[in-house]
């Protein structure tokens, strides 16, 4: 990947609104609260974790408590909402994030993140984000959505009805990000007729 699994998600975490202004970094996550704030914001009616321990410093045993229920929560949303199985996914170890904030396996809890953003009802608006990155950035993210697809299977179909499920999932995912694309583009191109429009006054 042009850039480190974990980098590119950070990134996008940080187009989500928060309270404070401050670039999100692994060590700010170890702990889970703000990934739940985020899960909040993507499902409001699902990711309620008002029972996360806050305020748990450098307790990494609490840390890791929270990182569990994120986690759980997240697979659960899987199987209940979307009816996605996640089979053979690399399942993030919260032992390694919480006590050591491990990025490898941080990436592997952000990725399952993403999974909710892209699938959710509101996917549309979080993938306009994605598209608004940095061009390497978005390179990495969009690699991280097509990985965690290979995982996904429908937990009520046979092998071949999941084939074809998956192919229609990547050819809406393909859809929406084209015509986002051709919205930015609409845009930057306004952008400079406006912008060459005004020049133009300048010498009338």
Known sequence: ?????????LEWLNTFERTDDILL?????????IISGILNEIAPAWFDLSDLKDN??????????????????ILDYYQEVLELELVNFPMPDCNAIGE?????NLGRLLQLVLGCAVHCDEKEEHIKKIMCLE???????MRCIQELMEYEIPRTMGNRDYEEKLKESHQELNSVFKEVIIIIFFLDHLSVCMSVSACQSLFL
Do not use: F, Y
């Open 135 to 141: 061009e390497h950035i978005q390179t990495g993210v």
């Open 1 to 9: 990947m042009p850039a480190d699994k974990c980098e590119c998600l």
């Open 25 to 33: 970094e692994s060590a700010d996550l170890t702990d889970g609260l």
């Open 56 to 73: 748990v410093s450098d307790n990494w045993r609490l840390k890791v408590s929270n990182l569990r229920k994120v986690k759980n929560a």
């Open 100 to 104: 050591k904030n491990d990025t490898e």
